[in-house]
T-cell receptor, first 111, second 114 residues
Framework: NAGVTQTPKFQVLKTGQSMTLQCAQD?????MSWYRQDPGMGLRLIHY???????DQGEVPNGYNVSRSTTEDFPLRLLSAAPSQTSVYFC??????????FGQGTRLTVV | AQSVTQLDSQVPVFEEAPVELRCNYS??????LFWYVQYPNQGLQLLLK??????LVKGINGFEAEFNKSQTSFHLRKPSVHISDTAEYFC????????????FGTGTSLTVIP
């Protein structure tokens, strides 16, 4: 069991470029989510999904898109990267009514 | 609206001393409660959780927390800390209602001093 796998681990983008952060899970969890972690701000929810075909916005969705075509995958797309999107991104999954399991994170730098 | 407040951003404590990391939350619906630990350059791992039942919950590495519904608090405690407990600690709530989102506090950096 790999758990929650995020790729890539590190990424440097130029302003205006687009990219996709990948998140895959093998635990058959219904709930999947993306967070960004910035110093002094904790983890802020970007988007989440309660099942395949269903997504919704979190606290800070602007500049990000998601889709959930399968139970296993929940990619996060940056449409036009900005320096303000420099952050550490975490994917987390969960079953109903229990704790979240986190990936190891993706450290993104936008220059 | 939901919010999680961790009152102390940094907590220095001497090795073998007790520690309490405070967490308060506000929510319009009932919640589940969690504490996570994050070591440098790693993801978050679960320390303990309150889902139902006894309000005193025990977790890994000797940590425990008590759910106080009237004060909407979920403070984390350890009677004697070790150097290896130096890390960032996050309190989180999960809504019991539709959506089931998690909300996190801003974190408390615990530094254990030899």
């Amino acid at each position: 069991n790999a758990g929650v796998t995020q790729t890539p681990k590190f990424q440097v983008l130029k302003t205006g470029q687009s990219m996709t952060l990948q998140c895959a899970q093998d635990m058959n969890h219904e709930y999947m989510s993306w967070y960004r972690q910035d110093p002094g701000m904790g983890l802020r929810l970007i988007h989440y999904s309660v099942g395949a075909g269903i997504t919704d916005q979190g606290e800070v969705p602007n500049g990000y898109n998601v889709s959930r075509s399968t139970t296993e995958d929940f990619p996060l797309r940056l449409l036009s990267a900005a320096p303000s999107q420099t952050s550490v991104y975490f994917c987390a999954t969960a079953r109903w009514g229990t704790e979240a399991f986190f990936g190891q994170g993706t450290r993104l730098t936008v220059v | 609206a939901q919010s999680v407040t961790q009152l102390d951003s940094q907590v220095p404590v001497f090795e073998e001393a007790p520690v309490e990391l405070r967490c308060n939350y506000s929510s319009s619906v009932s919640v589940y409660l969690f504490w996570y630990v994050q070591y440098p350059n790693q993801g978050l791992q679960l320390l303990l959780k309150y889902l139902s039942g006894s309000t005193l919950v025990k977790g890994i590495n000797g940590f425990e927390a008590e759910f106080n519904k009237s004060q909407t608090s979920f403070h984390l405690r350890k009677p004697s800390v070790h150097i290896s407990d130096t890390a960032e600690y996050f309190c989180a709530v999960r809504l019991r209602s539709t959506g089931n989102q998690f909300y996190f506090g801003t974190g408390t950096s615990l530094t254990v001093i030899p």
